[in-house]
């Protein structure tokens, strides 16, 4: 039986990356994002199909868990991939802005987190894995409404990960520092490529049991840190 993969927050860059490493490794791949469109792929299309979400809206999470597992099957990994990038001085910060980053952020990794160990629970196997930001270690100047989601969303992968593990599901959270290259952009020194980000993540789903990591940092070699 084929292996089912869910990027949840599957737009261009590293989305784009991870549905298609997923598929290259022969999963089927569930491409979530609030407009359901499957990203361009390579040669790797038949694996993939869309789905629409709103990762904040509970019944929307629910409901996108349940298509997937009639459709392809239940979910051996799912990667929460979706968040904001707002950057606002504290007294520029609007409280509908910082609300609906943490919303995005924080609520729905919760949400999403949530629905992956009910859908591998009673197999007692599965991935789930978050992306983190250099926001996820340190708060920075101009940066309150990216970094306070990204520390929320860390400490949930850390309690997911000391509660699931036990019972045999491999929560991980990986922290990106440092800028992404866009997609279809030349290649450039100090710049992550998605692709190579999108294999540490294929990896870590492939890990046996007896070393399992929980958070790798990932950065350019000239990333200072």
């Known amino acids: 039986m084929t292996e089912v993969a869910m ?3 599957a737009g261009a860059g590293l989305g784009t990356a991870l549905v298609d490493r997923f598929a290259e490794g022969g999963l089927a791949v569930a491409a979530v994002s609030r407009t359901g469109t499957a990203p361009r792929a390579r040669q790797y299309g038949a694996l993939i199909r869309g789905y629409a979400c709103d990762a904040t809206v509970t019944e929307q ?11 392809l099957g239940p979910p051996e990994v799912v990667i929460f991939n979706v968040g904001t990038w707002d950057r606002a001085g504290i007294l520029e910060i609007s409280e509908e802005l910082f609300v609906k980053a943490w919303r995005t952020g924080c609520l729905g990794g919760f949400l999403v987190g949530r629905a992956a160990a009910e859908a591998m629970l009673p197999r007692g196997r599965g991935t789930i894995i978050f992306t983190g930001a250099t926001g996820s270690l340190r708060g920075g100047a101009g940066f309150a409404a990216f970094a306070v989601p990204k520390f929320g969303l ?25 800028m ?3 997609e279809g952009a ?19 789903h492939k890990q046996k049991r007896s070393a399992w990591t929980h958070e790798l940092d990932l950065r350019p070699s000239g990333e200072k840190f």
């Open 7 to 9: 990027v949840v927050g």
């Open 61 to 71: 999470v629910g409901t996108m868990f349940a298509r997937v597992t009639a459709e």
């Open 154 to 178: 860390r400490a949930l992968a850390q309690s997911m990960a000391r509660e699931l593990g036990p019972k045999g599901i491999h929560v991980a959270h990986v922290i990106i520092d440092g």
């Open 180 to 182: 992404i290259a866009q």
């Open 186 to 204: 030349a290649p450039q020194d100090g710049v992550m490529k998605p692709d190579e980000i999108a294999e540490a993540y294929y990896q870590i």
